[in-house]
């Protein structure tokens, strides 16, 4: 498999999800990745369970975004510790950190001293405010930026709680922008000498996901509402409840509602309004009640086989472990088991959804064992 990026040499500071997920990203494409975690180790490591052996060994939660890395402690308060650091990086090609600009600072890590002292290394930083607002200051955490960022707002059912995404996207998204700038980086110095900081906000990570939220409230200035499993903007597209279960429907287009409604025996003659989208999102409660009187009476099954025989888009409601252990090989060939000789076992990984010539990128070394 190609390793477009074995020429690189990378050193992570960071820690937790944010930082660790974009280098994992970068080893799974093939780069050299120093993790240097402080004395207690990356927080991640005792945060569980799960954990690898019941109550003890490693967490899933270290597993999932370290893969591909070498580790060692080291206290940056120290000057030895420093001093380590800055040996590395006389060979490195970026340094990845999280720190807060202030505290990056105080240790010596930020910009303008680490320029001046390394011209040719890139620097990113993950930040949970950007360095230019008032908040700079504050302390990012994934679950403070979907409250902070309007995510929560939109996310649950109409009239319950606001509620947070089921994963910490926060971290992933800014993770992916991260490794995303740094690869950008990698090609500006390679074409101009240049070195440059990368600074991703999860704050603004966070807003940029929201995408065509945002858009509409830009646009309109009204707030947008929660929706459960519903879409704001689409009829139908949301879930439904079956005798046996809930599924999916994602009706993406006009035509296909017209296969839909013959299957529900609607007379879209009689309700012409209901033949564009804008005219069923109008309509919403009286077409989702009609269609949810017939998915009832019908099976999971029954429904999935007249969308696919239709090319409805429709799925199942299906759990994480039922996706994980029974769907390989029909909905994804993502696992990848990876051998640790340092334990003499087989650690199951998800490898990163990228395919490189026809095979999946993934980093060949497991997560680093824990060495205080």
């Keep these: 498999m190609p390793k477009p990026l074995s020429h690189f040499r990378i050193v992570d500071l960071s820690c937790v999800l944010a930082g660790p997920f974009a280098t994992q990203l970068l080893a799974d494409l093939g780069a050299e990745v120093q993790k240097l975690e402080p004395p207690e180790g990356d927080p ?3 945060w569980g369970p799960p954990f690898e052996d019941g109550d003890a060994g490693e967490t899933a939660y270290f597993r999932c975004a370290n893969r591909g890395k070498r580790s060692r402690a080291i206290d940056l308060h120290t000057e030895a510790g420093k001093g380590t650091l800055f040996e590395l990086l006389k060979d490195a090609d970026v340094l990845v950190e999280n720190f807060r600009a202030d505290s990056a600072d105080r240790l010596g890590l930020g910009w303008k001293r ?6 040719k290394l890139i620097l990113a930083s993950v930040r949970g405010f950007a360095s230019d607002v008032t908040a700079s200051r504050r302390a990012g955490y994934d679950f403070i930026i979907q409250a902070e960022s309007g995510w929560m707002a939109i996310t649950g059912e ?3 709680q ?3 995404v089921g994963v910490a996207l926060v971290d992933v998204l800014a993770g992916l922008y991260c490794a995303n700038g740094i690869q950008a980086a990698l090609l500006h110095r390679e074409r101009t000498g240049e070195a440059i900081h990368i600074e991703v906000p999860l704050m603004e990570a966070a807003l940029a996901g929201l995408v065509n939220v945002a858009a509409g409230t830009l646009m309109t200035g009204t707030p947008p509402k929660r929706w459960g499993n519903a879409h704001p903007q689409i009829v139908p597209y949301q879930s439904f409840r079956c005798s046996d279960g809930d599924l999916a429907i994602g009706v993406g287009s006009d035509r296909q509602f017209e296969v839909l409604a013959m299957w529900l025996g609607l007379d879209l003659e009689a309700r012409p309004e209901w033949k564009k989208n804008r005219g069923r999102v109008k309509d919403r409660e009286e077409l989702v009640a009609l269609i949810e009187a017939r998915t009832k009476a ?12 239709n090319a409805i888009p429709a799925s199942r409601v299906r759990s994480v472990d039922e996706v994980l252990f029974r769907q390989g090989g029909s909905l994804h060939n993502l696992l990848q088991p990876l051998y640790d000789v340092e334990t003499n ?3 199951p990984t998800l490898a990163t959804p990228l395919l490189l010539n026809g095979e999946r ?3 060949l070394l497991p997560p680093p064992r824990w060495k205080p």
């Design 361 to 363: 990128a993934c980093a």
């Design 114 to 119: 680490l320029h001046a002292k390394f011209p």
């Design 44 to 46: 991640t490591r005792g």
């Design 162 to 164: 606001p509620m947070k």
């Design 298 to 309: 019908s099976t999971v099954e029954e429904v999935l086989a007249m969308c696919e025989a």
């Design 158 to 160: 109409p009239e319950g």
């Design 345 to 347: 076992t087989v650690v």
